[in-house]
């Protein structure tokens, strides 16, 4: 599942970015999507998740700040910013989780996108 990311940007701090992640097949089939980012010298962390089913789930720093959607006509996954911190300046990369039988899963990335937040 060949996955593009786009979006990222210099923006300041308390500014906005809409990032997104485009699939070459449908992402109806795709179980799960999800956002991760790196900073540097850091690990990649989990940002936020979305279901096939529209249930979603975020890492406790950008709760209500950051909004994933999904859009299957588009085979679009997205993830709107804002109240951007200096602290959410990393590499985002998006992934795509496919469950395929009981334990097993493909996972597919897209290459990451560079947010920086200017202070």
């Known amino acids: 599942v060949p996955l593009q990311a786009c979006g990222g940007g210099l923006v300041q701090a308390g500014g906005s970015l809409r990032l997104s992640c485009a699939s070459s097949?449908?992402?109806?089939?795709?179980?799960?999507m999800r956002w991760y980012r790196q900073g540097p010298g850091n690990q990649r962390d989990l940002v936020a998740g979305?279901?096939?089913?529209?249930?979603?789930n975020y890492a406790d720093s950008v709760k209500g700040r950051f909004t994933i959607s999904r859009d299957n006509a588009k085979n679009t996954v997205s993830l709107q910013m804002n109240s951007l911190k200096p602290e959410d300046t990393a590499v985002y990369y998006c992934?795509?989780?496919?469950?395929?039988?009981?334990?097993?899963?493909?996972?597919?990335w897209g290459q990451g996108t560079q947010v920086t937040v200017s202070s």
């Open positions: 992934k795509a989780e496919v469950w395929l039988r009981a334990g097993v899963t493909s996972v597919y």
């Open positions: 097949r449908s992402i109806s089939s795709i179980n799960v």
């Open positions: 979305i279901t096939s089913g529209g249930i979603t």
